[in-house]
């Protein structure tokens, strides 16, 4: 018995210990190489294309019959499918198809491990998903999936199970430490924001102060809403200490007049993810911080969590996001048309915003 815990004990702490290499090497890479391709994004035009995206030819031809497309991945000895929801005038989607699929060695690592089949998120071709159901089209598919954002991803195993979503655009080195996250089976192990975090405290940066901006209200973080409803809603920004991403956030969206007139007409929050701060949730929870970045399951800083006046959560953005989007997305909470629209997408569709 003791040889079978040793030998348990000892698989563990190899597989550990292979993680800190990977992950320590990705974002090395990443400080070394001037990878984050967020470091441009405080002048990103983030408006819809004028001219339509063009997806790579090695994409898989798909009936959009995602058993089918399973079984076929699973014949070529593959982790499983890559479901890409993307739409032809999304910005995001573009820099990921540059910054991301332009790369080889993320092509090369992509191509070995998945099946990429994409979903647009406006289209009209039926779709039957890895269960078996069908819908009329894509884009009621990537509704009743909530997809929110474009691009997304949907990582589906060759047994049809879905460990992973992802939402928006991440710079090149996180999006390969996802790749990685799944295809060598490390999720079955831990969450993504363990994973992520080994490389964020082996990058040999100096801590910071998180950026300041007088949109957000000062402690005690008193949030509980569900007994006694607000009057408007509220926002809590997820950052961190020696965050480029943050950075950019407070350099460019949230520098904005209207961005920041926005921001005022709810009530806005300011937590560090890794901090002890004492909270009080919008379900009444007392928490720290840091257990509640936990509990939510968060990966990504900045991460913006939109609440509404009773404490449910209308929308997160946890990806890079610039002015038009964000613009529009707090359009979508302060008109409350959460109420009538399920996604951010749809309405934006419905809007043509």
Known sequence: MRSAISTRRQKLITHLLVQCVIVSCLY????????????????????PLE????????????????????ADAKAAGKWGVLLYFGSKDCPYCSIHLQKNWGDRGIVTYTRNHFDVVAIDVKGDRAVTDHNGVAYASEKDFAAKLRTNFTPSFLFVDVHGNVPLRLTGYHPPYQFRAVLEFIADNHYLYEPLRAYMARGETVSGLEESELNDNDIFRAPPYVLSRQKNPAKTPLAVIFEQPTCHSCDVLHAGPLKHKEIAGKFKQMAVVQLDRKANTPVVTPEGKKLTAQQWSDELGLYY??????????GKEILRVDSVIGFYRLNSVLDYILSKAYLEYETFQLWRFKNRR
């Open 28 to 47: 090395h890479y990443a400080a070394a190489a001037g990878v984050d391709s967020t470091a441009d994004f405080t002048k990103f035009d983030d408006r």
């Open 51 to 70: 001219q339509d995206l063009v997806l790579p030819d090695w994409f898989k031809l798909s009936f959009l019959e995602l058993q089918a497309d399973l």
């Open 301 to 310: 800083s900045p991460t913006i969590i939109f609440f509404d006046e009773r």
